[in-house]
């Protein structure tokens, strides 16, 4: 009799010992749109317990996200959020990142509240750098340009920053790829240029790309055919 | 008294593992939260520097870190400024030579998503990644 007193009161301790922030959600999904530049998470709590709760601490795992709070310290009964803003930069996919909080009703103990942002690709280019290496011919090189989603791309713009270096876009292998085919025309010096990969969707706020490109001054002129 | 007690023991640790294997069970083959890429190449302070100048060193930090202090002969190459930061490095980039990327310290992911972009988007050979990022560069100073 006396051991199920005594387990009741361990099993009821933490129930009436400290107030307890619930969180609505510890995760959140998110799906920004080809124009946003950042991904806002709500992250809503309230203190449930009857003592205020102090938040020690936020502390986001990447430098790419913010977050911010209005107020540390929670009432008894009081609700708020935590908002946490992932700059998308020049990231694509899909991207997790999460936010540490630590509260004084449970020190030493992190709450990891999780971020997860898929971030649509409208092209997938691969490889995004092209070397010509001291032993290589100057001769074509390509880069597959692979269209995401539903995305109705149905063309390329590809320019180089360097006049020796020739571009020309192909279609294919598969239904949604194209082909850029690569060429240095000059030998003798090197060469570091960008092409610039413009699709033709979204045309009202267009979207520029890029690969890069390096030509080792050793490289030899191709073979005349 | 005894086997009760026992008893009690047995079944309130087994009450807390039935959530433990249902939630082992639903999320098995996830990836956690906190997981890196599993194909970063690691390197030590001490050994990269026995590199010499064959490596190319990368600092995935943000630029005021950066600008207050980094690896002599660093290029700067992060996320948010991929497409503007990424053709100094490539200029700077050889077959030869290895890429060791950083960040600020060992919990920190910027060098391991670096790393990984550089290997399978840029498809370059020979990155590694810092063990300790830039806090165990300066402890090894």
Redesign the interface.
């Known amino acids: 009799m006396k ?2 007193v005594l ?1 009741s009161l361990i099993l009821a301790l933490p129930l009436v010992a400290h107030g307890a922030l619930v969180w609505e959600s510890e995760s959140a999904d998110l799906h920004p749109s080809l124009q946003d530049k950042d991904a806002v998470a709500h992250f809503k709590y309230k203190n449930t317990g009857d003592k205020p709760i102090k938040i020690v601490s936020v502390h986001p ?4 996200t913010t977050a911010a709070l209005a107020k540390d310290v929670v009432d008894p009964n009081e609700s708020g959020e935590i908002t946490a803003t992932f ?1 998308i ?3 694509s996919g899909v991207q ?1 990142k ?1 936010i540490g909080v630590t509260t004084d009703d449970k020190p030493g103990q992190v709450t ?1 509240l ?1 971020l997860k942002a898929t971030i649509p690709q409208l092209l997938k ?5 092209l ?1 010509w ?1 001291p032993t290589d011919a100057l001769d074509p090189k390509p880069i597959t340009v692979t269209v995401g989603g539903d995305f109705p791309v149905t063309k390329l713009n590809v320019t180089a920053t360097d006049k020796a270096i020739t571009t020309e876009v192909k279609p294919g292998p598969g239904e949604k790829d194209f082909r850029i085919f690569v060429t240095p025309t000059e030998s003798g010096r090197p060469i ?1 240029a ?1 092409l610039k990969i413009e699709p033709d969707f979204p045309k009202e706020a267009p979207k520029t ?2 690969a ?1 490109v ?1 030509v080792d001054s050793r490289a030899k002129a191709a073979a005349k055919k | 008294m005894g086997r009760v007690l026992v008893r009690q023991v047995l079944f309130l640790l087994g009450l807390a593992f039935l959530p433990a294997i249902g939630q082992a069970l639903y999320y098995r083959g996830t990836a956690s939260w906190q997981q890196r890429p599993v194909d970063s190449a690691a390197v030590s302070v001490e050994e990269a520097k026995n590199w010499g100048g064959a490596v190319l060193w990368v600092d995935a930090r943000a630029e005021e870190p950066f600008a207050k202090a980094h690896v002599p002969g660093a290029l700067r190459l992060d996320e948010d400024g991929w497409d503007t930061l990424l053709p100094s490095v490539l200029a700077a980039w050889s077959p030869e030579r290895k890429v060791v990327v950083y960040c600020s310290r060992e919990t920190c992911n910027a060098s391991h998503a670096v790393a990984e972009r550089l290997r399978h988007e840029v498809q370059l050979k020979n990155i590694y990644v810092l063990q300790g990022g830039w806090e165990e560069w300066e402890n090894k100073k």
């Open positions: 051991t199920r387990f795992s990447c430098g790419c700059h930069g020049d990231r997790q999460t990891l999780k280019i691969s490889p995004t750098f070397f290496a570091n960008a790309f890029y890069n390096r």
